[in-house]
Protein backbone atom coordinates (compact mmCIF):
# COMPACT_ATOMS: atom_id res chain seq x y z
CA UNK A 1 0.00 0.00 0.00
CA UNK A 2 1.64 3.19 -1.08
CA UNK A 3 1.69 5.91 1.63
CA UNK A 4 2.60 9.43 1.61
CA UNK A 5 3.02 11.47 4.76
CA UNK A 6 3.97 15.41 4.30
CA UNK A 7 5.32 17.54 7.18
CA UNK A 8 7.26 20.77 7.77
CA UNK A 9 3.87 23.01 7.44
CA UNK A 10 3.03 25.57 10.04
CA UNK A 11 2.55 29.75 10.64
CA UNK A 12 5.07 32.52 9.08
CA UNK A 13 5.45 35.27 8.51
CA UNK A 14 5.34 37.07 4.93
CA UNK A 15 9.31 37.03 3.48
CA UNK A 16 10.05 33.81 5.64
CA UNK A 17 10.72 30.43 5.03
CA UNK A 18 9.39 26.69 5.41
CA UNK A 19 10.81 23.47 4.38
CA UNK A 20 8.07 20.48 3.26
CA UNK A 21 9.16 16.79 3.46
CA UNK A 22 7.09 14.30 1.93
CA UNK A 23 7.64 10.36 3.08
CA UNK A 24 7.04 7.94 0.68
CA UNK A 25 6.66 4.46 1.21
CA UNK A 26 4.83 1.23 -0.67
CA UNK A 27 5.81 1.50 -4.04
CA UNK A 28 9.26 2.04 -5.68
CA UNK A 29 9.71 5.79 -5.28
CA UNK A 30 12.90 6.38 -7.62
CA UNK A 31 10.61 5.31 -10.55
CA UNK A 32 7.88 8.13 -10.61
CA UNK A 33 8.06 11.73 -11.01
CA UNK A 34 6.99 13.19 -7.34
CA UNK A 35 4.71 16.66 -7.13
CA UNK A 36 3.78 18.98 -5.03
CA UNK A 37 0.40 20.80 -5.45
CA UNK A 38 -1.58 23.18 -3.06
CA UNK A 39 -5.04 23.85 -2.41
CA UNK A 40 -6.00 27.51 -1.14
CA UNK A 41 -9.36 28.47 0.99
CA UNK A 42 -12.07 28.10 -2.03
CA UNK A 43 -9.51 27.63 -4.76
CA UNK A 44 -8.69 24.48 -6.89
CA UNK A 45 -6.03 22.15 -6.35
CA UNK A 46 -3.30 23.78 -8.38
CA UNK A 47 0.49 22.04 -9.27
CA UNK A 48 3.33 23.81 -7.57
CA UNK A 49 6.47 21.87 -8.45
CA UNK A 50 7.42 18.57 -9.96
CA UNK A 51 10.77 16.26 -9.73
CA UNK A 52 11.52 13.40 -12.27
CA UNK A 53 12.79 10.62 -11.22
CA UNK A 54 16.66 11.50 -11.64
CA UNK A 55 16.24 14.94 -10.02
CA UNK A 56 17.33 16.81 -12.95
CA UNK A 57 13.96 17.33 -14.54
CA UNK A 58 12.51 20.23 -12.15
CA UNK A 59 9.40 22.15 -12.83
CA UNK A 60 7.31 24.65 -11.24
CA UNK A 61 4.13 27.08 -11.52
CA UNK A 62 5.39 30.82 -12.60
CA UNK A 63 3.50 31.68 -9.34
CA UNK A 64 6.51 29.93 -7.16
CA UNK A 65 9.70 30.19 -9.33
CA UNK A 66 12.82 31.65 -7.98
CA UNK A 67 11.19 30.87 -4.60
CA UNK A 68 10.24 27.30 -4.37
CA UNK A 69 13.02 24.65 -4.76
CA UNK A 70 11.82 20.99 -5.21
CA UNK A 71 14.68 18.13 -4.30
CA UNK A 72 14.12 14.59 -3.63
CA UNK A 73 16.66 12.02 -1.96
CA UNK A 74 15.95 8.44 -3.06
CA UNK A 75 17.68 6.30 -0.94
CA UNK A 76 15.80 8.02 1.98
CA UNK A 77 12.13 7.75 -0.01
CA UNK A 78 11.83 11.23 1.00
CA UNK A 79 10.77 14.56 -1.12
CA UNK A 80 11.33 18.32 -0.31
CA UNK A 81 9.80 21.74 -1.09
CA UNK A 82 12.32 24.33 -0.13
CA UNK A 83 10.00 27.47 0.14
CA UNK A 84 11.36 30.63 0.28
CA UNK A 85 9.92 34.47 0.30
CA UNK A 86 6.73 33.33 1.25
CA UNK A 87 3.76 35.18 0.53
CA UNK A 88 0.17 35.92 2.41
CA UNK A 89 -1.17 34.31 -1.40
CA UNK A 90 1.32 31.01 -0.72
CA UNK A 91 -1.44 30.17 2.11
CA UNK A 92 -3.21 26.70 1.68
CA UNK A 93 -2.96 23.12 2.37
CA UNK A 94 0.34 21.34 0.59
CA UNK A 95 0.12 18.22 -0.62
CA UNK A 96 2.81 15.73 -2.56
CA UNK A 97 1.62 12.99 -4.98
CA UNK A 98 3.02 10.74 -6.97
CA UNK A 99 2.64 10.08 -10.88
CA UNK A 100 0.66 7.05 -11.72
CA UNK A 101 3.05 6.35 -14.63
CA UNK A 102 6.56 6.27 -15.16
CA UNK A 103 7.63 8.74 -17.22
CA UNK A 104 10.98 11.64 -17.44
CA UNK A 105 8.83 14.42 -17.77
CA UNK A 106 6.67 16.34 -14.74
CA UNK A 107 3.25 16.95 -15.77
CA UNK A 108 1.16 19.43 -13.78
CA UNK A 109 -2.60 18.02 -14.00
CA UNK A 110 -3.49 16.51 -10.65
CA UNK A 111 -5.52 13.66 -12.77
CA UNK A 112 -1.94 12.40 -13.56
CA UNK A 113 -1.47 11.65 -10.17
CA UNK A 114 -2.69 8.54 -8.20
CA UNK A 115 -1.77 8.42 -4.58
CA UNK A 116 -1.60 11.74 -2.55
CA UNK A 117 -0.88 12.28 1.31
CA UNK A 118 -2.66 13.72 3.67
CA UNK A 119 -2.09 17.37 3.26
CA UNK A 120 -0.21 20.00 5.45
CA UNK A 121 -1.19 23.71 6.00
CA UNK A 122 0.62 26.23 5.57
CA UNK A 123 -0.33 30.11 6.55
CA UNK A 124 1.57 33.15 5.59
CA UNK A 125 0.82 36.21 8.11
CA UNK A 126 1.47 39.85 6.19
Known amino acids: QVQLVESGGGLVQAGGSLRLSCAAS????????MGWFRQGPGKEREFVAG????????RYADSVKGRFTISRDNAKNTVFLQMDSLKPEDTAVYYC???????????????????WGQGTQVTVSS
Open 26 to 33: GRPFSNYV
Open 51 to 58: INWSGVGR
Open 97 to 115: ATDRQRRTVVVTAPSEYDY
